[in-house]
């Protein structure tokens, strides 16, 4: 497994272009199952969660062409498989957003069940109540959710008891070839929920009610192909402007958006950057500055993010004075604490609340990244601490950001990869 090498204290600083949106990418893709003639998807970043889903529709039989430009032609007519097997849902939980897809456009989908993860038992009840409300008979054998409807799906009207992301998205998708109208109530809301319903409706889905709470689905015969630009990845955007403010540096971030991460930009200016925008373009400046502690509760959108509560953790860490972080999204996602305060970073943690204290410098230890958001917090430790740190397992962090150590280094980081 490789490591990542980062020797800390370097001033960062300078400009890198934001990747294409890993939690767009992934629902799109899936949604390539629903059409009856192959579809072109743009903007894709190139990391392995992506190539993992791709890995996914190949295996079910469906065209998958790269270009150069990480521009994927999917042909979903040729699909002769309804199976996510095992080997491919336990890498990827998000493959469980194909069982959706499947099942509405062929009457039938095996998906192996998605396991937890490290940040929480992550299950998909939610996903498979909502199926059955449409007419879905589903039964969980040998680790597999096994699904079929006779016939098309139904329109139904669906409450969703906990907003869930994943949900929204299957229970959409499901929905846009259903017969009859699906109301969706307490959906989520997130910017990659308003791509997705974007993506739909130009393969001529019809939605009502995009980036509310309640989308309205009048469920169509069939689905065609089109060509779609996935948005800008507003967590990879959040993370390097978190870094710089850790950094007290000063970072200029292209083809990405404001608007997608408002609550984020107005915590950063809490802890004192400089924050200006433009139409596809966002410059963050610390002046030199140390950030002040900003304390946060995670939500569902438009609330602040669950993603970006380990890299704010870390900002805390060596920020001035102390910051409050309660998690109320997922029942394990403060897991990177032990490894900061292994870097010398004064946090204490009581239940779902993170008390971070901090302190003027972090110390570079050898620390383990546990999963995807938990390793962008500890690169950023590294990135103030005094020394070397090393960060093992980072095939965390391959599946969720594009080329992490080469956009560090444009930004002046000291990181190398090797592999371990
Ligand atoms: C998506 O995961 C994202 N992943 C996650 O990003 C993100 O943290 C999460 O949404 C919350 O914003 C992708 O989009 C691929 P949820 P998802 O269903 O859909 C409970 C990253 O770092 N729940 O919104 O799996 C669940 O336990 C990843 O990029 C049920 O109870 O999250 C959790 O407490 C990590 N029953 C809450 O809802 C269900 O059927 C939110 O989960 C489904 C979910």
Known sequence: MDKLIITGGRAISGEVRISGSKNSGLPILAATLLADAPLHICNLPHLN??????????????????????????????????????????????SILVLGPILARHGVANVSFPGGCAIGSR??????????????????DEGYIRAKSKGRLKGAHIFMDTVTVGGTENLLMAASLADGKTILENAAREP????????????????????????????????????????????????????????????????????????????????????????????????????????????????????MQAQFTAMNAVAEGTGTVIETIFENRLIQIHELNR?????????????????????????????????????????????QTVVDRIYHIDRGYECIEEKLQLLGANIRRVPS
């Open 123 to 140: 299950p998909v009840d939610i996903h498979l109540r909502g199926l059955e409300a449409m007419g879905a008979e589903i039964e969980v």
């Open 343 to 387: 870097m010398g970073a004064n946090i204490k943690l009581e239940g779902n609340t993170a008390i971070v204290t901090g302190v003027e410098q972090l110390k570079a230890a050898p620390v383990m990244a546990s999963d995807l958001r938990a390793s962008a917090s500890l690169v950023i430790a590294g990135l103030v601490a005094d020394g």
């Open 192 to 307: 990659e929920i308003v791509d997705l319903c974007n993506f739909l409706v130009a393969m001529g889905a019809n939605i009502e009610g995009i980036g509310s709470d309640t989308l309205t689905v009048y469920g169509v015969e069939k689905l065609n192909g089109c060509t779609y630009s996935v948005m800008p990845d507003r967590i990879e955007t959040g993370t390097f402007l978190t870094a710089a403010a850790a950094a007290r540096g000063r970072v200029m971030l292209k083809d990405t958006d404001q608007h997608m991460l408002e609550a984020v930009l107005l915590k950063l200016e809490e802890a004192g950057a400089h924050i200006s925008t433009g139409p596809d373009w966002i410059e963050l400046d610390m002046k030199g500055n140390r950030p002040k502690a900003v304390s946060l509760k995670t939500a569902p959108y438009p609330a602040f993010p669950t993603d």
């Open 49 to 94: 969660d992506i190539t993992t889903m791709l890995a996914l529709l190949r295996c079910m039989g469906v065209g998958v062409t790269i270009d150069e430009k990480m521009c994927v032609e999917v042909d979903p007519t040729s699909i002769n498989d309804f199976t996510a097997p095992y080997d491919l849902v336990k890498t990827m939980r998000a």
